[in-house]
């Protein structure tokens, strides 16, 4: 598991735009692939976003189709989520994590931990 911090997280109006930033620390994660992941009050956490450790191939879940995009520097050991149209049911704590596991419909997390994450409101 690679140690990440998050940021880039506040509170939007609807319509509005979020770029969330993942920096690796202490290690780098450029043969990992990465996942985005969020997480809303009484909800369970779900996954949003992966990325493979090229940036080639990338997957998303249905709700933010079009309208995230997830890509990654591994030069800066550092992986993006560009958030577009935000909605109010985007209200969460977003997550990234490194490595992930991905099959044809989702990914999950092979850590044992999660970090702070960065909270992102859209107010409506």
């Known amino acids: 598991q690679v140690q990440v911090v998050e940021s880039g997280g506040g509170l939007v109006q609807a319509g509005g735009s979020l770029r969330l930033s993942c920096a690796a620390s202490?290690?780098?994660?450029?043969?990992?692939?990465v996942g985005w992941f969020r997480q809303a009050p009484g909800k369970e956490r779900e996954f949003v976003a992966g990325i493979s450790w090229t940036g080639s191939n990338t997957n998303y879940t249905d709700s933010v189709k079009g309208r995230f995009t997830i890509s990654r520097d591994n030069a800066q050991n550092t992986a993006y989520l560009q958030m577009n149209n935000l909605k109010p049911e985007d209200t969460a704590v977003y997550y990234c994590a490194a490595p992930i596991a991905c099959s044809g419909i989702g990914c999950y997390s092979l850590g044992d931990t999660w970090g702070q994450g960065t909270q992102v409101t859209v107010s409506s």
């Open positions: 202490g290690r780098t994660f450029s043969s990992y692939t």
